[in-house]
């Protein structure tokens, strides 16, 4: 079993900056790729940013340019760096841990969220 445990959120001001931290423990061998989703109210939780085992990262068109997803495999640890926020980026924001194979586990890992508030 993996645990997710996401840090960093909080409300602020348009333009500014915050820094989300997910660090994982148990089973962290059998992390692959880690990912960011975002749920607004009223929306379906999408996918923000991703990264995998070896670094390749991947980005929601609208957060391209302003987010920077980045992760420490020796410490367990995802990241992601949020710049320029709007208030469209208001969310809660979830970690996501993609097993490496079925033997560690037949679903995903996911943290308990992180409320991000972006005011006006």
């Known amino acids: 079993q993996v645990q997710l445990v996401e840090s960093g959120g909080g409300l602020v001001q348009a333009g500014g900056s915050l820094r989300l931290s997910c660090a994982a423990s148990g089973d962290t061998i059998c992390i692959d790729a880690m990912a960011w989703y975002r749920q607004a109210p009223g929306k379906e939780r999408e996918l923000v940013a991703a990264i995998s085992s070896g670094g390749s990262a991947y980005y929601l068109d609208s957060v391209k340019g302003r987010f920077t997803i980045s992760r420490d495999n020796a410490e367990a640890t995802a990241y992601l760096q949020m710049n320029s926020l709007r208030p469209e980026d208001t969310a809660v924001y979830y970690c996501?841990?993609?097993?490496?194979?079925?033997?560690?586990?037949?679903?995903?890992?996911w943290g308990q969220g992180t409320q991000v508030t972006v005011s006006s």
């Open positions: 996501n841990a993609h097993p490496v194979d079925r033997d560690c586990s037949r679903h995903d890992w």
